[in-house]
């Protein structure tokens, strides 16, 4: 399969990377081969990289390091993300299905590696702030659009349930643009922006950032522009089968998230439950089990 026509994408986000950064020259041979053969890059091993750019793997992957990554595997991660959203849906299932693999398989062992790849990848002391600072805002805003929307309500729904005041801002960006007009510096502004960006999104964190609140953003880029003005910043695979960006990984860290807020004051969160479950059982709102 040739390679796409237009991978600027790719190469956009190498150079932010690259930034000042001084590479040796067999370094500069790797990054050339990222930048001309994006799909080798993003599903070869090291071995075939670097035989791409008449190197050797310890080169490619001290190029990955170069770029900020603790080795090859953390950085084609996210460079497959990237080259994954430079292309269209239609191309994105095309790439998937070149492999021979069942659909349904593919798309559970994505996950399974996505799952693996979060669990090691995701820094619990920046989950514990991040909580802490959501138990202790005035109130939670969450920003998060398409397929996103899901984590983004599963974080309402469980933070809202363990006590605190936080809100959904998704399809409606009349109503995200008037939200983001109450904020207040100790409100914390949680931002889903994976695989395509939402101008929308872009705008909100800048305006919060103004405001002086907590901007978290989880992504799968940190060199994407709604990083900018984050104080934390979460990055999750976003790979996912056929046409689908997997919204596993971010689901799993709002799970995290969520649990970590209810730690943070037991006694108000049991309380909080307790008043919820009563309500749903005064409103009938629970079928029986029998």
Not at 135 to 140: L, S
Not at 239 to 254: C, I, T
């Amino acid at each position: 399969m040739n390679e796409p026509i237009n991978p600027s994408g790719v190469a956009t986000w190498l150079a932010s990377r690259l930034g000042t950064r001084h590479l040796t020259p067999r370094q500069e041979q790797v990054v050339t081969v990222l930048r001309a053969q994006p799909r080798l890059a993003s599903y070869s091993s090291v071995t075939d990289v670097a035989a791409a750019a008449g190197s050797n793997p310890s080169t490619v992957t001290r190029t990955a390091q170069a770029l900020g990554y603790d080795g090859w595997t953390e950085f084609q991660v996210e460079f497959r993300s990237r080259f994954l959203a430079s292309l269209s849906a239609v191309e994105v299932a095309a790439e998937h299905g070149a492999t021979a693999q069942d659909p349904c398989q593919l798309a559970l062992t994505t996950d399974l590696s996505n799952l693996a790849y979060l669990g090691r990848s995701v820094d619990p002391g920046a989950i514990h702030r991040v909580a802490k600072a959501i138990a202790q805002a005035r109130r939670t805003w969450i920003v998060a659009g398409g397929s996103y929307a899901v984590p983004g309500r599963a974080l309402e729904h469980n933070v809202g349930i363990a006590g605190y005041d936080i809100r959904l801002l998704d399809a409606d960006v009349a109503a995200l643009a008037n939200s983001m007009a109450r904020l207040a510096a100790d409100d914390v502004v949680v931002v889903f922006s994976l695989w395509r960006v939402y101008d929308s999104t872009v705008r909100a964190v800048e305006i919060a950032a103004k405001m002086g609140a907590y901007v978290v953003v989880i992504t799968d880029d940190d060199a994407a522009e709604v990083c900018r003005h984050a104080k934390t910043v979460f990055i999750v695979p976003s790979e996912g089968a056929g046409f689908f960006p997997s919204l596993v990984p971010s689901l799993a860290l709002a799970q995290a998230l969520a649990v970590e807020v209810a730690s943070v004051d037991p006694e108000r969160s049991t309380s909080s439950i307790r008043r919820s479950e009563n309500s749903w059982d005064t409103m009938h709102i629970m079928r029986i089990r029998r």
